[in-house]
């Protein structure tokens, strides 16, 4: 089946404008996770999705980010008032939870932001 | 602060040799999982250890853990110039996000 997809690959953007970045999760997987690397850098987590509980926000480096899944499904990474510090390459997986225990991750290709 | 250090920041080796790299974390955890990166894009999955397990094996991967050390090690046998790459750790919990290191740069010379 299909793996974890994003859109789009690419984004240049003018600082202050707000971005959307998608990802579609590989079908049945209850768990979303979105990180954000940077150049030569690890991966920083932003925000992770877990069937109908809340969602773990404690990685948004602001208010001006913010993201939702919906159906639990597809999720959109909201970034508003972009700034040059936002640009990286921004990383979705999703991953199937059985009986309670985690299991690898699946990521998506990334959308590489630059803000100019 | 990271919870997964991994260790060496970079690594070159010539082909055919053995590449270890070492993966640190600070608290309790229910797994671990390696990851590779290629070209700074998305990251494969490689081999997932649970807290209840010491040792993994997948093809020329061995992964162990050590829970009392809170230290993980990947060892790649008989690397390969195509395993040039990037390889991350993640230490996981139930229902929790994963937290990755920062990575180790592996440079396979031929």
């Known amino acids: ?116 | 602060s990271q919870q997964g250090e991994e260790d060496p920041q970079a690594l070159s080796i010539q082909e055919g040799e053995n590449a270890t790299m070492n993966c640190s974390y600070k608290t309790s955890i229910n797994n671990l999982q390696w990851y590779r990166q290629n070209s700074g894009r998305g990251l494969v999955h490689l081999i997932l250890i649970r807290s209840n397990e010491r040792e993994k094996h997948s093809g020329r991967l061995r992964v162990t853990l050590d829970t009392s050390k809170k230290s993980s090690s990947l060892l790649i046998t008989a690397s390969r110039a195509a395993d040039t790459a990037s390889y991350f750790c993640a230490t996981g919990n139930y229902g929790q996000n994963f937290v990755f290191g920062p990575g180790t740069r592996l440079s396979v010379l031929p």
Request: glycine residues 12%; aromatic residues 10%.
């Open chain 1, 1 to 116: 089946g299909a793996g974890v997809s994003q859109s789009p690959s690419n984004k240049v953007t003018e600082k202050g404008k707000d971005v959307e970045l998608r990802c579609d999760p590989i079908s049945g997987h209850t768990a979303l996770y979105w990180y954000r690397q940077s150049l030569g850098q690890g991966l920083e987590f932003l925000i992770y999705f877990q069937g109908n509980s809340a969602p773990d926000k404690s990685g948004l480096p602001s208010d001006r980010f913010s993201a939702e899944r919906t159906g639990g499904s597809v999720s959109t990474l909201t970034i508003q008032r972009t700034q040059q510090e936002d640009s990286a390459v921004y990383l979705c997986a999703s991953s199937f939870r059985r009986g309670g225990r985690e299991n690898e991750q699946f990521f998506g290709p990334g959308t590489r932001l630059t803000v100019l």
